[in-house]
C-alpha cells in the first residue's frame, strides 16, 4: 500500500510559479512509478508528467511546452512538479498517482494509487 499526500498548491499570477509536492508512505516507493495529471471544474482528468522508477527518464504531455519539471527523491519519498511560466489555463486540481506497470505511463489505468489533490489556481 502507498500513501499519497500532495501539497504546494495555490494562487498565483499568470507567468508565475509553484512547486508541488507528492510525499509518499511506504519504504517501496522506489519501485513505483509517479504521475502528475490534473482536472479542471467540468473537464475530464488530463496527464500532465511522468517520472520512471528511478527518476532518470520523464514524460510530458505536450501542452507542458517545457514549462514544468518533474522530479523525484526516493529517498525522501517525494516527487515534485516545478511549474514555471503558469497560464490561467493551467487552472486545476493536481493529482498525483503511483503505479507499477510500465515506465512513466500517461494512462490514469496504469496507476494504482491516488493522493487527494492540491489546487491550483492561475489569475490572469
Known amino acids: 500500500q502507498v500513501q499519497l499526500v500532495e501539497s504546494g498548491g495555490g494562487l498565483v499570477q499568470a507567468g508565475g510559479s509553484l512547486r508541488l509536492s507528492c510525499a509518499a508512505s511506504g519504504r517501496t516507493f522506489s519501485s513505483y512509478t509517479v504521475g502528475w495529471f490534473r482536472q479542471a471544474p467540468g473537464e475530464a482528468r488530463e496527464w500532465v508528467a511522468s517520472i520512471n522508477r528511478s527518476g532518470s527518464v520523464t514524460y510530458y504531455a505536450d501542452f507542458v511546452g517545457g514549462r514544468f519539471t518533474i522530479d523525484r527523491d526516493n529517498a525522501k519519498n517525494t516527487v515534485y512538479l516545478q511549474m514555471n511560466s503558469l497560464k490561467p489555463a493551467d487552472t486545476a486540481v493536481y493529482y498525483c498517482?503511483?503505479?507499477?506497470?510500465?515506465?512513466?505511463?500517461?494512462?490514469?489505468?496504469?496507476?494504482?494509487?491516488w493522493g487527494q489533490g492540491t489546487q491550483v489556481t492561475v489569475s490572469s
Open positions: 498517482a503511483a503505479g507499477q506497470r510500465g515506465h512513466g505511463s500517461s494512462y490514469s489505468g496504469d496507476y494504482d494509487y
